[in-house]
């Protein structure tokens, strides 16, 4: 169960900094811009499902942790 105050930007936002990696770098993993990992983090736009996966994939996660925000609490923090 995903809290309704948090996004799916903000669940990627956090899981890209878990794993110390900047923008630039997850989003060339997927081949995308830093330019387009930055609206989905900010909410300018949000990712299609296929991307979302490739997202997901990048950050170590499954796409249902992202869309569910299921990963372990430890791992996303007490903020989630």
Same mark, same amino acid.
């Given at each position: 169960?995903?809290? *309704?105050?948090?996004?799916?930007?903000?669940?990627?936002?956090?899981?890209?900094?878990?794993?110390?990696?900047?923008?630039?770098?997850?989003?060339?993993?997927?081949?995308?811009?830093?330019?387009?990992?930055?609206?989905?983090?900010?909410?300018?736009?949000? *990712?299609?499902?296929?991307?979302?996966?490739?997202?997901?994939?990048?950050?170590?996660?499954?796409?249902?942790?992202?869309?569910?925000?299921?990963?372990?609490?430890?791992?996303?923090?007490?903020?989630?």
């Amino acid at each position: 169960y995903m809290p *309704p105050h948090i996004t799916i930007g903000e669940l990627i936002r956090v899981a890209r900094a878990r794993i110390d990696i900047t923008q630039t770098e997850a989003a060339k993993q997927i081949g995308k811009t830093k330019q387009q990992w930055s609206q989905w983090e900010t909410g300018v736009h949000c *990712p299609s499902y296929r991307c979302l996966c490739e997202i997901a994939g990048a950050l170590d996660l499954q796409p249902h942790e992202l869309i569910w925000g299921e990963k372990d609490r430890d791992y996303l923090g007490s903020d989630f």
